[in-house]
């Protein structure tokens, strides 16, 4: 290694080492599993959910004693999951009370906690508002019934408007609400009533995803065999255009591949993952990153509840990355932004300019007109956006 290497390494260490860090903690409970998910989910007992807590607890007593966050800020919460509000009341109560034992965070800290609609009431809602948590993200996912039931979803579009009508009344003034088209058998009408169903519940954020048919679940399987009829490509394209025109229209800026947010809403969060930024995730599955190395928790609950229970880290994997592994990330992570990749950003983490490593890749992307060069960012034009996956490739 030359000393100039070294010398980066060093300067890379420390930048890291001085940053914040976002806080993730994973509720792996659900009501009953979607028919399109992959997540790691299991279906809610009391029993399973407070020995969770338990060990839970015990791997934030150990985080939060150690080095490695102990001296760091907590820039933003994120509850996710599955589905955290399938905690009973006193469940989520409790979450929030050992959280706050181990870690702090000021008053303006961006909390949230991902919900479904079909598991809310006025009392958790109010728990949740009580404990500090200041941004709720409501996963509806579709408007019409006949969709929900082919995702598998709990709740019904009512129960939607429901719980943002009791949120409001809880005093959340930070809402999300998660869409997602391109599902077998949705027309283009039908996603134009979402949308708009929608943004007349004047939610400050939404994000609106494709529908990943992801293996093994049931809808691919039914897709496989026939039984539903997969979304055409074309018609993704013209419900994510449709989504960039209407909301956009609506007053959302779109500042992500897939997120709009009304001005001063964007998710501080999810920017902490598209800036590359480090982050620790708490319970089953969850991923972190610190220091330069990436490690995800097993997915096993029993797993994790036994080895957390006798004192070990329940850690499955665990990877230290390269320089140029990072920078990787870095590009493709911040290509995400609708703003791109900022260039001094880049060149003050890694002490090079991205052009410098991938030159040959920026000019062809560009000549095919999927990307653009500002004097601040490098970033995807209209024609990449729906191509985010083939630019992303080149940077790996
Ligand atoms: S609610 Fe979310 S995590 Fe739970 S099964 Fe459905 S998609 Fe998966």
């Excluded at 939610?203 to 995803?209: D, G, R, V």
């Amino acid at each position: 290694m030359t000393l100039i290497t070294y010398m980066r390494i060093v300067i890379l260490v420390i930048k890291i080492t001085n940053m914040g860090i976002a806080l993730y903690v994973h509720i792996p409970f659900c009501v009953q599993k979607c028919r399109y998910c992959d997540f790691v989910s299991y279906n809610y007992s009391p029993d399973l959910a407070q020995a969770y807590l338990k060990a839970l607890e015990q791997e934030m007593l150990f985080y939060a004693s150690s080095e490695l966050v102990s001296n760091k800020k907590i820039n933003t919460v994120f509850i996710g999951g599955g589905t955290p509000t399938v905690l009973a009341t006193v469940e989520l109560e409790r979450l929030l009370v050992i959280l706050k034992t181990y870690f702090s965070w000021s008053k303006e800290t961006e909390v949230t906690v991902e919900a479904n609609p079909g598991t809310l009431c006025k009392q958790k809602l109010t728990v949740l508002k009580n404990a500090g948590v200041n941004r709720l993200s409501l996963g509806v996912q579709a408007c019409q019934s006949n969709l929900l039931a082919l995702l598998g979803r709990v709740h019904n579009y009512d129960q939607a408007v429901q719980a943002v009508e009791w949120a409001r009344q809880a005093g959340f003034d930070n809402l999300n609400l998660d869409l997602i088209f391109a599902i077998p058998h949705q027309t283009i009408k039908e996603w134009q009533e979402s949308l708009t169903l929608l943004a007349d519940l004047q939610p400050e954020h939404l994000s609106c995803y494709d529908l990943q048919l992801e293996d093994n679940t049931p809808l691919s399987v039914a897709v496989e065999q026939g039984k539903l009829l997969a979304c055409s490509e074309e018609s993704a394209l013209a419900m994510y255009q449709e989504t960039i025109a209407f909301l956009t229209g609506k007053g959302y800026s779109h500042y992500e591949i897939s997120n709009f947010s009304k001005p001063g809403y964007q998710s501080e969060h999810n920017l902490c993952y598209w800036h590359n930024k480090q982050y620790l995730g708490l319970g089953l599955a969850a991923h972190s990153y610190i220091n330069s190395t990436r490690w995800a928790n097993t997915g096993n609950l029993e797993q994790y509840i036994t080895k957390v229970s006798k004192e070990f880290l329940p850690v499955d994997e665990r990877h230290q990355l390269t320089t140029s592994e990072m920078m990787s990330e870095t590009v493709f992570m911040g290509l995400r932004l609708i703003n791109g990749l900022q260039l001094d950003d880049f060149s003050s983490r890694f002490n090079c300019r991205v052009t410098d490593v991938w030159s040959e890749q920026i000019n062809k992307l560009m000549k095919q007109g999927l990307l653009a060069m500002t004097a601040t960012h490098l970033k995807l034009t209209k024609k990449g956006l729906p191509l985010a996956n083939v630019v992303f490739r080149e940077f790996v």
